[in-house]
């Protein structure tokens, strides 16, 4: 199985509630990167951390990361209806360079 | 400063014909990923490419697929004698290193 396996798989939560998600990989990284991605729409990239941080923020967002337990979480504080879309982790292989992708979490933020 | 551009958006081939995607990486990345995702799925690595190198290709599909990164020019993923089975959506992304790597808006190719 791919390296970034996230759970859970869908997420159904009311507007102004946190939201958290998990990510798990197999091998040593470089860095962890979260991606989001809207129906039918490119991946933007919101957060990468690196492997030796344990903790970032970026507005609204939180990632974690555990490299003892080989796992991430991403918190959206305050969630929007507009938070609502898959997200995705990729862990970047400490050797190789290779970026690979989990099957994501699917994020509804009902209003 | 123009992000990754992937053309074209949508593509659709008959059965057997031969698919061309194109990507030109962020100015200043020499970093290219090549993804395929099916609907209500994950991305599925297909192949990491350098200028003029295929570092990676442990995901493409020992026939019909192959890729190209030329010294001049976008990243060419092309798809020979495309079936059914190949429609999905087709992402690249750039990257200049071990960083962030950012993506195109896809190419959907539909076979008929």
């Known amino acids: 199985s791919q390296q970034g396996e996230e759970d859970p798989q869908a997420l159904s939560i009311q507007e102004g509630e946190n939201a958290t998600m998990n990510c798990s990989y197999k091998?040593?990284?470089?860095?962890l990167q979260w991606y989001r991605q809207n129906s039918g729409r490119g991946l933007v990239h919101l957060i990468l951390?690196?492997?030796?941080?344990r903790e970032k923020h970026s507005g609204r967002l939180r990632v974690t990361l555990d490299t003892s337990k080989k796992s991430s979480s991403l918190l959206i504080t305050a969630s929007r209806a507009a938070d609502t879309a898959s997200y995705f982790c990729?862990?970047?292989?400490?050797?190789?360079?290779?970026?690979?992708f989990g099957g994501g979490t699917r994020v509804l933020v009902k209003p | 400063n123009a992000g990754v551009m992937q053309n074209p958006r949508h593509l659709v081939r008959r059965r057997g014909q031969e698919a061309r995607l194109r990507c030109s990486p962020m100015?200043?990345?020499?970093?290219v990923y090549w993804y395929r995702q099916l609907p209500e799925e994950g991305l599925k690595f297909m192949v990491y490419?350098?200028?003029?190198?295929?570092?990676?290709e442990s995901g493409m599909p020992k026939e019909r697929f192959s890729a190209e990164f030329p010294k001049e020019g976008p990243s060419i993923l092309r798809i020979q004698q495309v079936v059914r089975g190949d429609s999905a959506a087709y992402f690249c992304?750039?990257?200049?290193?071990?960083?962030?790597?950012?993506f195109g808006q896809g190419t959907r190719l539909t076979v008929v």
């Open positions: 990729a862990s970047r292989k400490a050797a190789g360079n290779k970026l690979t």
């Open positions: 091998t040593s990284i470089n860095n």
């Open positions: 951390i690196r492997s030796n941080e």
């Open positions: 100015k200043g990345h020499s970093h």
């Open positions: 490419l350098q200028k003029e190198n295929i570092i990676d």
């Open positions: 992304a750039s990257s200049g290193g071990r960083d962030e790597a950012f």
